[in-house]
């Protein structure tokens, strides 16, 4: 499997999907981080499959704008006018 997979229909639709161990590596942090971030509903996220154990798969899309919110509020709360 190449990495990251990439799922589509024809042309009409294209979108890379990570593993939560490729995302851990990107960031540089365990597994159990980013299991824990989908278990609180931190991180944006899919659930691929039925059954007790249904596959988690990352949009990198998804994660990609949620990177920028996080920076954007990050910047906001560090910039609040409340804080002179």
Known sequence: MSWP???G???LFIEQLLT????????RLSRKTIYEMV???TLP???LGN??????????????FWMK?????S????YSPCDY
Do not use: K, M, S, Y
């Open 5 to 7: 997979l990439t799922i």
């Open 9 to 11: 229909f024809g042309d």
């Open 20 to 27: 939560p161990t490729q995302l851990a590596r990107c960031w």
């Open 39 to 41: 278990a609180e509903g």
């Open 45 to 47: 996220h899919l659930r």
């Open 51 to 64: 059954g007790q154990r249904p596959r988690i798969r990352f949009r990198r899309t998804d994660i990609l």
């Open 69 to 73: 919110c996080q920076a954007r509020n």
């Open 75 to 78: 910047a906001v709360e560090q």
